[in-house]
């Protein structure tokens, strides 16, 4: 960026180039973001005022937002939120940043949940490894009758899925514990939960090394490590579950675009039943369900 460049058209154009040259994925929408973030503006509100002048502080810090970006720092961290379904939260380094495909996780939680199935008049959910509290936070704005128990092993996660919790005003749904797993949890939950929902480390430990940039130099390794194939935590679940669900309480996970075969495997293994395997937008599997008998 030179020190002529001075309108938002101008800038936006050479800092998409730039980044790209960086190698920055979507670089046009990262420049955007940025430069709408500096100067207090919505995006929209940004393609409005293309000729407006950028000068003085508000260039030189976004110059150094810029040049953040293009070291590789999530644009989240950067911005200190992120976007899922079609809500904001806030994200903090050292807490995993959701990623738009476990959308598709809570679409798919939503509808094991619909009206019709045992007439649920108060559903109970459990998330485990809840991060952010993206998914417990939306599945309880989605559904008002809905309460959730999150777990994390992480104290800084825990804090900040309780600050979204408030954020978004269903922190007297959605209590957020710290601990590993189900430890944390009551003991008037089990055989009581409806769903049982989570987005756990499903990456080949030697894999993490060859993930984006922003990924494995960012996100804390304990949230994208499943072990040496990946299915460590899966097993973990699966040896703990029963015992929390009600009988035909449902299970939804995310899995890895691999994992389509050894997931429902597991589960089945732990006495599941109506297993099935849901694809991603882009055509991979990214979701296993189930369910726990039902008695008699």
Same mark, same amino acid.
């Given at each position: 960026?030179?020190?002529?460049?001075?309108?938002?058209?101008?800038? %936006?154009? =050479?800092? +998409?180039?730039?980044?790209?040259?960086?190698? !920055?994925?979507? &670089? #046009?929408? @990262? $420049?955007? /973001?940025?430069?709408?973030?500096?100067?207090?503006?919505?995006?929209?509100?940004?393609?409005?005022?293309?000729?407006?002048?950028?000068?003085?502080?508000?260039?030189?810090?976004?110059?150094?937002?810029?040049?953040?970006?293009?070291?590789?720092?999530?644009?989240?961290?950067?911005?200190?939120?992120?976007?899922?379904?079609?809500?904001?939260?806030?994200?903090?380094?050292?807490?995993?940043?959701?990623?738009?495909?476990?959308?598709?996780?809570?679409?798919?939680?939503?509808?094991?949940?619909?009206?019709?199935?045992?007439?649920?008049?108060?559903?109970?959910?459990?998330?485990?490894?809840?991060?952010?509290?993206?998914?417990?936070?939306?599945?309880?704005?989605?559904?008002?009758? %809905?309460? =959730?128990? +999150?777990?994390?092993?992480?104290?800084?996660? !825990?804090?900040? &899925? #309780?600050? @979204? $919790?408030? /954020?978004?005003?269903?922190?007297?749904?959605?209590?957020?514990?710290?601990?590993?797993?189900?430890?944390?949890?009551?003991?008037?939950?089990?055989?009581?939960?409806?769903?049982?929902?989570?987005?756990?480390?499903?990456?080949?430990?030697?894999?993490?090394?060859?993930?984006?940039?922003?990924?494995?130099?960012?996100?804390?390794?304990?949230?994208?490590?499943?072990?040496?194939?990946?299915?460590?935590?899966?097993?973990?679940?699966?040896?703990?579950?029963?015992?929390?669900?009600?009988?035909?309480?449902?299970?939804?996970?995310?899995?890895?675009?691999?994992?389509?075969?050894?997931?429902?495997?597991?589960?089945?293994?732990?006495?599941?039943?109506?297993?099935?395997?849901?694809?991603?937008?882009?055509?991979?599997?990214?979701?296993?369900?189930?369910?726990?008998?039902?008695?008699?």
């Amino acid at each position: 960026m030179t020190a002529d460049i001075k309108t938002v058209r101008a800038l %936006l154009r =050479v800092t +998409a180039d730039y980044l790209q040259g960086k190698g !920055v994925e979507s &670089a #046009r929408l @990262n $420049a955007e /973001r940025l430069l709408a973030d500096v100067l207090g503006l919505s995006r929209i509100e940004l393609f409005m005022q293309h000729d407006r002048p950028v000068l003085g502080a508000e260039l030189e810090r976004y110059r150094d937002l810029v040049r953040r970006r293009a070291a590789g720092e999530p644009l989240q961290h950067i911005l200190g939120e992120t976007e899922f379904y079609s809500r904001t939260f806030k994200v903090e380094p050292g807490v995993f940043v959701p990623r738009p495909e476990t959308e598709r996780l809570v679409e798919i939680a939503l509808g094991v949940l619909a009206p019709g199935d045992r007439n649920l008049l108060e559903p109970v959910a459990l998330e485990i490894g809840c991060g952010t509290g993206v998914i417990a936070i939306s599945l309880a704005l989605e559904l008002p009758r %809905l309460a =959730v128990w +999150a777990t994390d092993i992480a104290s800084a996660a !825990v804090t900040l &899925a #309780r600050n @979204n $919790a408030h /954020r978004h005003g269903v922190e007297t749904r959605v209590t957020v514990l710290e601990g590993s797993r189900f430890d944390p949890l009551p003991s008037h939950l089990r055989a009581d939960v409806d769903l049982l929902v989570s987005n756990p480390p499903y990456i080949r430990s030697v894999e993490i090394p060859k993930l984006q940039r922003e990924v494995a130099g960012h996100d804390p390794r304990a949230a994208l490590d499943g072990g040496e194939d990946g299915l460590v935590f899966y097993r973990a679940l699966a040896s703990g579950m029963i015992p929390w669900l009600r009988p035909g309480g449902h299970v939804v996970l995310e899995i890895g675009a691999d994992q389509g075969q050894a997931v429902p495997a597991i589960l089945a293994a732990s006495g599941l039943v109506e297993l099935s395997v849901h694809r991603d937008y882009a055509g991979r599997d990214r979701v296993v369900t189930g369910r726990k008998p039902q008695e008699g």
